[in-house]
């Protein structure tokens, strides 16, 4: 049995559901074919929801829980090369502990797609969100996206396949979703019918890279120094690819739909005429957006950017929202040890997209609401009032500030 001859799906509904029960849902729309799990907080709410749909007759897959991180990213590249469509995810060190396989998968060019649950890294450890376990595979060949609700988290699953499995492209694609604060919080969500899917979602179509016997190639060659070069460039050229494929793919998403963001790559809030502006990824958009409504009443010109795909990283389009301000906030829930000015990943990052601009804005680094602590309304107020304070001296007291940590 399929989800196409069950009652469930036929009609568009809109259900109150967590983000990890909205991947679920967005598997069993896609009709994935095979799905690992090894269970992991704040990840496994996806996996309990996924076999609740299998049993209930709502979604038929073969459902496999493996023994290790490690085995249910094997399982699903394996099935990937076979012509599988797939899902997997993973939360924390769980991610870290299949990052072999995570690799090969990219440089297999598998267009597996998978969920990470952000949490924060082993030792010491939290449940809470972080964003470095997502970002370890940011240099690797993957592409990488951050959903800030559950409509959006429903809405990108789909929108991954569609992207990772165009032959243009053809590599693996990681849903980060904030841990407890996404995955496990409750939103009205639009669930469309299955019809629609399908005139979104075409199936997946290995063509001639199909690992099958009547098409005998080889799969993950000791190629040395003769050809690695070439197949790294090769996954490079996808990767830009995936530039022009991500826009098509996101309008055609808009049509079918009816719902989505100007851009596919960013989330521009009260920008137009914005002096100051602060940058973040994921659920910080709450916080951040309540902070901002609340300063514009008080006249303060102040803006938000959302960053959504940080693999590929929409340089141009950043650079072009953000020329015309004076001064920039990156709010960070990573860490990057010891890197320029011992600030986040994503600061460091925007720095690097904006230094060919002529006249650049003043940019400072923020780590805040690591572990999972909430970033509130004041720590926002006191992110702007930093920002300002360059701005109006012209002098960067402090190039990376920790918000709301106790001394």
Same mark, same amino acid.
């Given at each position: ?9 036929? @009609?568009? #509904?809109?259900? *109150?559901?967590?983000?990890?029960? !909205?991947?679920?849902?967005?598997? %069993? /729309?896609? +009709? ?70 995570? @690799?090969? #998968?990219?440089? *297999?060019?598998?267009?597996?797609? !998978?969920?990470?649950?952000?949490? %924060? /890294?082993? +030792? ?284």
């Amino acid at each position: 049995m399929t989800t196409t001859e069950t009652k469930l799906f036929q @009609t568009e #509904t809109e259900e *109150l559901i967590s983000g990890s029960e !909205a991947i679920a849902i967005a598997c %069993a /729309l896609a +009709d994935v074919d095979v799905i690992t799990a090894y269970p992991i907080r704040p990840y496994d709410t996806v996996m309990q929801y996924v076999s609740k749909l299998k049993a209930d007759g709502a979604f038929d897959c073969d459902f496999i829980v493996a023994e290790s991180e490690h085995s249910q990213f094997e399982i699903v590249k394996h099935a990937s090369a076979v012509g599988a469509r797939t899902f997997c995810g993973s939360s924390g060190v769980g991610w870290f502990y299949a990052m072999e396989a995570i @690799t090969v #998968t990219a440089g *297999l060019r598998l267009p597996v797609v !998978a969920m990470v649950g952000n949490r %924060a /890294l082993d +030792d010491p450890g939290a449940f809470g969100v972080e964003h470095n376990d997502a970002l370890a595979v940011r240099d690797l060949g993957w592409m990488l996206a951050w959903v800030a609700t559950a409509q959006e988290a429903l809405d990108m699953a789909l929108l991954a396949y569609r992207v990772a499995e165009d032959p243009r492209v053809f590599l693996p694609f990681a849903v980060s979703c904030d841990g407890s604060f996404l995955t496990h919080s409750q939103a009205l969500v639009k669930v469309p019918d299955m019809k629609k899917v399908q005139r979104f979602l075409p199936p997946y179509n290995r063509g001639k890279m199909q690992l099958h016997p009547d098409n005998p190639i080889t799969i993950a060659p000791q190629v040395n120094e003769d050809w690695l070069m070439e197949i790294r460039r090769q996954t490079n050229e996808a990767m830009l690819r995936a530039m022009e494929v991500i826009p098509e793919a996101y309008a055609d998403f808009k049509r079918v739909f009816g719902r989505g963001d100007p851009s596919p790559f960013i989330e521009e809030y009260m920008m137009d005429d914005a002096e100051i502006v602060l940058v973040g990824m994921g659920t910080l958009a709450m916080p951040v957006r309540v902070a901002i409504r609340r300063m514009r009443e008080q006249g303060k010109k102040v803006g938000f950017l959302r960053v959504k795909f940080f693999r590929p990283f929409a340089t141009e389009e950043i650079k072009q929202a953000l020329s015309h301000c004076k001064g920039i906030g990156v709010i960070d829930r990573d860490y990057s040890y010891g890197s320029p000015s011992f600030g986040g990943v994503l600061y460091n990052e925007l720095r690097a997209a904006l230094y060919p601009l002529e006249s650049r804005p003043l940019i400072l680094s923020f780590i805040a609401g690591l572990g999972g602590r909430e970033v509130m309304v004041r720590d926002v107020n006191e992110v702007v009032d930093t920002v300002q304070r360059a701005v109006d001296t012209g002098v960067i007291e402090k190039e990376n500030t920790w918000i709301a940590v106790r001394e």
